[in-house]
């Protein structure tokens, strides 16, 4: 398994992923779905995107880009998606110290992830084994797929 930058021929494996994450309804903000057109424009829109391949197949990927602008503008956000068929593999961890790397290629100086929902303990675990900080809790800060809200934990790791 290698992690490396996208090229186009992975679109259609990285939306069926997105997807998958998306309509889970339980870790992205994001409700609506892409598509060929969307998906390629959103992911060419990042700083940088990578997938997780092995042997031409896309079983993961992240999105890398600015948290906020101008004088925030050196801390960045992630997000990663792990096809279900793929998880218990170590990908995201993969996924993720590509992630810090990058990040840190890319001059950017802070990591920070703004919603990582409280009952995602496998994501949590990960980025604390990984020198994650968590900056405290947000009360009800995520609507879950059936409309009860959760908890978030904003997290940060310095470059």
Request: proline letters at 3%; aromatic letters at 10%.
């Amino acid at each position: 398994m290698q992690v490396r930058k996208y090229t186009k021929n992975d679109l259609p494996d990285m939306i069926r992923i997105w997807n998958e994450v998306v309509e889970e309804g339980v870790a992205f903000p994001q409700e609506e779905t892409l598509d060929g057109e969307s998906g390629e424009a959103f992911f060419a829109s990042q700083s940088y995107t990578g997938v997780a391949e092995e042997d031409g197949k896309v079983y993961g990927l992240y999105i890398l880009h600015p948290n906020n602008v101008g004088r925030c503008g050196h801390i960045c956000n992630a997000s990663y998606a792990v096809s279900s068929e793929a998880r218990g593999r170590h990908i995201g961890e993969m996924l993720v110290k590509d992630c810090l790397r990058t990040g840190r290629e890319l001059g950017f100086r802070v990591l920070q992830f703004n919603a990582v929902v409280e009952s995602n303990v496998h994501a949590r675990h990960l980025y604390e084994r990984l020198g994650f900080v968590q900056l405290g809790t947000i009360p009800g800060g995520f609507r879950m797929k059936d409309g009860h809200y959760e908890n978030i934990c904003p997290y940060y790791h310095e470059l």
